[in-house]
């Protein structure tokens, strides 16, 4: 059955910094690309950034470029997202996906339960 | 950026009802949406996938139609299980865009 399991949230200061994980298992990892979505409280979905096959193209949203960046580990099936200068406008559960072998033009599917992440003074 | 707008926002209805909703790009992304359902406290689910045409698994009620910047999401005889928010997402361009979510209550 192919899986995703986030891992690295927790709660934190403001300006401080935290690591995801998300770790495959079930299928063949370095064959596709994968997302990260997040989810504040409450409201929709945000894409967050993209990482392709093999992780030589890297996309992210606007907003959180230069904060956030995201890499991959095809030796330990995962995916991290490395998130800096966080503020309380990053608090939102967070979602790791699987996305086609491209970054583009795919099935988003599947996604991992999440992980939390609170950024609170 | 591709906008993607949902409406209505939200949506009452009962058990047998048919429903549609309906997903407007700010531009051409041909057939490249994929449909998303999330019950409260759990992960997104891919429904459907235009851009694939994939629909493994998910009941015959669920179907999608359109291309270009209109897509919709029907589902023809409404189950308790189908009460959900449901989002739509562009696969044509980066960044990748989400509509806002459509919230179907039980009347």
């Known amino acids: 059955q192919d899986q995703l399991v986030e891992s690295g949230g927790g709660v934190v200061q403001p300006g401080m910094s935290l690591r995801l994980s998300c770790t495959a298992s079930g299928f063949t990892f370095g064959h596709y690309s994968f997302y990260w979505v997040r989810q504040a409280p409450g409201k929709g979905l945000d894409w967050v950034a993209g990482i392709s096959y093999d992780g030589s193209e890297t996309h992210y949203a606007e907003s959180l470029k230069g904060r956030f960046t995201i890499s991959r580990d095809n030796s330990r099936n995962t995916v991290y997202l490395q998130m800096d200068s966080l503020t309380v406008e990053d608090t939102a559960v967070y979602y790791c996906a699987r996305a086609g072998a491209r970054l583009l033009r795919s099935r988003v599917d599947p996604w991992g339960p999440g992980t939390l992440v609170a950024v609170t003074s | 950026d591709i906008q993607m707008t949902q409406s209505p926002s939200s949506l009452s209805a009962s058990v047998g009802d048919r429903v549609t909703l309906t997903c407007r790009a700010s531009?051409?992304?041909?057939?490249?949406v994929n449909w998303y359902q999330q019950k409260p406290g759990e992960a997104p689910q891919l429904l459907i996938s235009?851009?694939?045409s994939f629909q493994s698994g998910v009941p015959t009620r669920f179907s999608v139609s359109g291309s270009g910047t209109e897509f919709t999401l029907s589902i023809s005889s409404l189950q308790p299980e189908d009460f959900a928010t449901y989002y739509c997402?562009?696969?044509?361009?980066?960044?990748?865009?989400f509509g806002q979510g459509t919230r179907l209550e039980i009347k």
């Open positions: 235009s851009i694939l």
């Open positions: 531009q051409n992304i041909a057939t490249y």
């Open positions: 997402q562009q696969g044509h361009s980066m960044p990748i865009t």
